[in-house]
């Protein structure tokens, strides 16, 4: 886990803060108008602001560049998913014509533009209100989705390298042992004895003429 993983983990962590902070910010404040004019509450908006929550936090979590952020990568992928799904079901509510749909004029600019309370035409037509907000949610909606993509692709691949190089560091501490069997007797290699000893060592009884063995500790 190298310095560069680590950089690019926060910038990712912050983007997503930043994407999943903005879209629920406007989503919220839109919703607020909603029910200020008792208005149905849009489902596929109500998915969006608990996605963007979920990942507000998330990204708080586990935004310092340690290795538990990493291994947090099926996690991103979740909210990847989340995110696709989210971002499908807010564009398809308007297709194409984003501003200028029908849903956009009679549901999100109907009540981002408070038309309940004062009706604004001009050529008798509505006036458009809440646009540059909604390209807005759309935008960082899709900006969320590839951050967490990337999150995961970089936690997977990180944790991958740790494990490969952890695999490879007990295989070689095993060779090593098998190679050299004595390192792992206490005090290194025992001195050789006579047969059928371990560590026999002669000596003499001090005024004495018998000899004796003394047996070193395995």
Not at 109 to 116: A, L, S, V
Not at 160 to 177: F, G, I, L, P, V
Request: with cysteine; aromatic share 16%.
């Amino acid at each position: 886990m190298g310095s560069a993983s680590k950089v690019l983990l926060v910038v990712l962590r912050v983007w997503q803060l930043i994407c999943s902070a903005v879209v629920l910010g406007i989503l919220a404040a839109f919703m607020n108008r909603v029910h200020d004019a008792n208005g149905p509450k849009d489902g596929r908006i109500i998915y969006s602001i608990v996605t963007a929550s979920i990942s507000t936090a998330f990204s708080i979590i586990f935004i310092a560049p340690f290795f538990y952020s990493f291994l947090a990568f099926p996690f991103d992928f979740v909210l990847f998913v989340m995110w696709l799904v989210a971002f499908c079901l807010l564009e398809t509510r308007v297709g194409t014509h984003t501003c200028s749909s029908a849903w956009f004029n009679n549901y999100w600019g109907f009540f981002w533009g408070r038309r309940w309370r004062r009706p604004v035409f001009v050529n008798n037509t509505p006036v458009s209100s809440g646009c540059s907000q909604w390209r807005t949610v759309l935008a960082f909606a899709f900006m969320a989705m590839f951050t967490f993509i990337g999150s995961t692709i970089l936690g997977a691949y990180v944790v991958s390298n740790r494990r490969s190089k952890n695999r490879k560091d007990r295989a070689a501490s095993t060779t090593a042992m098998a190679a050299n069997p004595e390192a792992e007797q206490f005090g290194g290699p025992a001195p050789m004895g006579t047969a059928g000893q371990t560590g026999g060592v002669v000596y003499t009884e001090p005024g004495t003429s018998q000899t004796g063995t003394y047996h070193t500790a395995p």
